[in-house]
């Protein structure tokens, strides 16, 4: 049985600069932090930083929850990530958007108001 979100993993070549990034955009340290993994807890998931993979906009799209997505795409902008997709909203109050980190993954997030944190197994 399928239990839901666990972990995102993203290809991170620049381990020590994907490592800093990432704890400036989600405002805390990595909880593991191996040569060969780098894992940060967000909300009862897992970020996960791996040095030996490709990164890519394609494949897999995990999306983090924000309460405000148009700040936080433009404060993800102003550390340093692209514009890959803009904020949309694709009805029932959902918007959504990605952005380009640093090191070449996409990054997307979701704003999503029937988003039921109860319900997280």
Known sequence: MILGLRTAIYPAPDLAAAKRWYTEILGQPPYFD????????????????????????????????????????????????SELEPVTAVGEGIKVAAVQDPFGNRFGMIENPLFDPGAVR
């Open 34 to 81: 191996e040569p060969f993994y780098v894992g940060f807890a967000v909300g009862g998931f897992e970020l996960g930083l791996l040095p030996n993979a490709q990164p890519g906009t394609t494949g897999p799209q995990p999306l983090w929850g924000v309460s405000d997505i148009e700040s936080e795409y433009a404060r993800l902008i102003e550390l340093g990530a």
